[in-house]
Structure formats: structure tokens, C-alpha cells
């Protein structure tokens, strides 16, 4: 079974940062778009940020200025550095790999919450 492994969430204070990891499988990594997504409470998963095959990133919105993706080849790893974080950014965030060359279904690790208090 593949698995995603994220770390890095955890509890901050509004305004404060935090980094998020994701490790892949190499062939996950190197054949699929990578990204980070969020699932508020009662809500669906949504998109936060990704890279596709091109290397092109996109963020949602309301991330854009605060939130940086990145990727280390040589680690298979996607990080997501997350600053100024504000309350509505508390969530479940998970890892995940789509498009490219992946199967219909992609690939998700388990989520890491992410807790922002005042």
C-alpha cells in the first residue's frame, strides 16, 4: 500500500508559521502532481496548493502570499511553509499526489492538523 508520510502539523498561535512535510515512494514523486490540501470540519477537501509534472505551482486564494510550496527531488519530499497563520486556517491538512501519471484514485497520506488559536 503507498503511503504519504506528513509531519509538521501542530498548534500556533495566529500569526505564527509552520512547515509541513510530505515523504512519497520516488515513482509517486517523480510521476505524479504533488500537493497539499484541507479539510475544514463538516466541509469537503479542498485544493491548497500544488505542483504539477511542468513544475508549475498554484495556491488557492486565500493562501497566496502566505503559504510557499516546495519540493526537495532528492529527498521525494514536498514541504508547505505556512506563515502569518490566521484561525481560518485550521484544518486537516493532507498530502496528496494526482494527475500526472497517476491512477484516477491518486494517492493520501493519513492528514496532519494544523490548530491556529487566537
Known amino acids: 500500500q503507498v503511503q504519504l508520510v506528513e509531519s509538521g502539523g501542530g498548534s500556533v498561535q495566529a500569526g505564527g508559521s509552520l512547515k509541513l512535510s510530505c515523504e512519497a515512494p520516488g515513482d509517486i514523486f517523480n510521476n505524479c502532481g504533488m500537493g497539499w490540501y484541507r479539510q475544514f470540519r463538516g466541509q469537503a477537501r479542498e485544493l491548497v496548493s500544488r505542483i504539477n509534472s511542468a513544475g508549475v505551482i498554484s495556491y488557492t486564494e486565500s493562501v497566496k502570499g502566505r503559504f510557499t510550496l516546495s519540493q526537495d527531488k532528492s529527498k521525494n519530499t514536498l514541504y508547505l511553509k505556512m506563515d502569518n497563520l490566521q484561525i481560518g486556517d485550521t484544518a486537516l491538512y493532507y498530502c496528496?499526489?494526482?494527475?500526472?501519471?497517476?491512477?484516477?484514485?491518486?494517492?493520501w497520506g493519513p492528514g496532519t492538523q494544523v490548530t491556529v488559536s487566537s
Open positions: 496528496g499526489a494526482r494527475g500526472g501519471n497517476c491512477p484516477p484514485s491518486g494517492y
